[in-house]
Every structure is written in C-alpha cells, then in structure tokens.
C-alpha cells in the first residue's frame, strides 16, 4: 500500500491570516467581548481553538449576517475571511461595534472587480446558496445576480453590459461549464474567473493524481472548499474519495486492499490533522494494526 501526501493541501493565506487576526484582536481586547461574525473557517476544530481564546460565535445557517448582527451589542466585531456586504458594515458602525476586517485579500479583489462594474452593468455572479461568500458579494448591490447552476440561466431577465465571475473556493470544472453556458446565452459578456490560486492549485494537484484507488480529503463536512477537492477526484476517474473530519473517522474496510491512497485537505482543515491521518496510514501501510488513536491531538492551529 502506498500513501500519497498530495501538495500543496491544507491551510490556504487567507486562513492564516484570519486565524492571526483573531488571536490578535483577542489578545488586544481582553476586558471586551470579542465576537465572530459566523465561523472563522468552516472547521469546527479551528472554531473550538478560537472559542479557548475567548472569541464568541454568532452563527446561524439560516439566519444572514445582517440578521446575524441582532445578536451583537457591544465590544468587537470580527467579519470572516468570507467577507461582508457593504449594508453588514454600515450596520456595524452604527451600532457602535468596533470592527476587525479579516476578510481574505482575493475575496476583496472579487468585490472590487463586482462593485466597479455593477456601477454601469449587470453581474452573473457564480455562487453557492447560502454561503457567507456569496451572501457578501451578491449584497453589494441589486445588480449582482445568483446562480448556482445552468438551469438558472433561464430565470434571469433583461441584462445588459454583463460581467460573469463567480465565487472564489468552487470547482474549476463546474464552473467552467456554468460559464460556457451564460456565454451560449450572451456571448459578448465579459469574464473574470475568480477562483483563488489555493483553491486552484488544490484542485489541480488533484486533477494530476495518477493510478489512485481512494482520495481522502480531510475537512469539514460544511466546507465547501473540501467538498469540492472531493468531487474533483471522481470527477478525474478516482473511483472511490471521501471526507472525514480527523483520522478518527477512518475505518478499516474503507483502506483495506488498496494499492495507492492520496490524502489531501481543505483550505480550512489544520494541516496537524491532515499529517495524523497520513502517520496513521503510513504506520498502517507499513505491516502495523489498525488501532486507532484516542483522540486527534490537542492543539489543531
Ligand atoms: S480559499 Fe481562497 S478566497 Fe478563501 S480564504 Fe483561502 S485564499 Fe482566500
């Protein structure tokens, strides 16, 4: 059995530097509540890690930022790396919250490019439902419009002088063929393709795997990044993949009699989870028992 460590994996910028802001703003303001503004990261072990700082969490899937923002009235406010429309800040300022901007450099670009040019045109912006990335871009004005899918070409009106992007952490194929068809539709449109480089480079390492007969991708079951890297391997001929959280999610029938294992992770999953379930399959592959740990180890940032 060969386990294959797939690189680059794991940890992305911009969630190093959301995780160093909230360590800092926490460190800064230690007589103050100190709330996060949805999670972090979608990954609930970098979550639990801020809550021992002394970050607070507002969070609720079905509730938007703004609504989200009824739960906060004092202290600090810190927006994620997914970024917040420009109606969730004002509302901030007014209340008088101090904020803290951890939103990731390339999601800025993303809303410049939208808000420069929603001044004179129409926006197809390529997005998940309900994600707080699209949520903030889709609310920089009423010219953004949502698609999650070909078929929702079709429920979109008159537009004119038109821009498609998309969020920055979807596939690159899907989004690709999503592109494709908005272009069948209106083939003058201009194009900006927003997917991150470590989004990219993730996939794409991926997309290179060779004679594989199991990915896992270690990540959270809500991050949408690692579900992606998922479909991306059997959308490039892996025949089995799977998402498990830590190595305690690994069982035996699921490793058993496979020649080559590649292992790869989310830009929100802590590259130490990732590296215990690469030792355990390597101790594994080595002739060793499948005995799982008791726990993943302690400290996950
Ligand atoms: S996945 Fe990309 S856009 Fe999202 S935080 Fe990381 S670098 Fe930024």
Known sequence: MEIISVKPRGYCQGVVRAIMIARETAAKHPDEKVTMLGMIVHNRFVVEECRKMGIRFVEDPKK????????????????????????????????????????????????????????????????????????????????????????????????????????????????????????QRWPDAAVAREICNATRIRQEAVMNLQDTDLLIVVGDPRSNNSNQLRQIGLKAGIPETCLIESVLDLNEDMIRNKNRIAVTSGSSTPNSLTRQVISFLEEYAAGGKFNLPEEVISSVL
């Open 64 to 183: 938007s930022r703004l609504e989200l923002l009824d739960e906060i009235d004092e202290g600090v406010v810190i927006f994620t790396a997914h970024g917040v429309s420009d109606a969730v800040r004002a509302k901030a300022e007014e209340k008088g919250l101090t904020v803290v901007d951890a939103t990731c450099p390339d999601v800025i670009s993303t809303h410049t490019i939208v808000r420069d040019h929603s001044k004179h045109g129409d926006v197809i912006y390529i997005g998940k439902q309900n994600h707080p990335e699209s949520e903030g871009t889709v609310g920089l004005s009423p010219r953004v419009h949502l698609i999650t899918k070909k078929e929702d070409i079709d429920t979109l009106g008159e537009l004119h002088d038109i821009l498609i992007t998309n969020q920055t952490t979807l596939s690159l194929i899907d989004t690709q063929e999503i592109i494709d068809a908005c272009l």
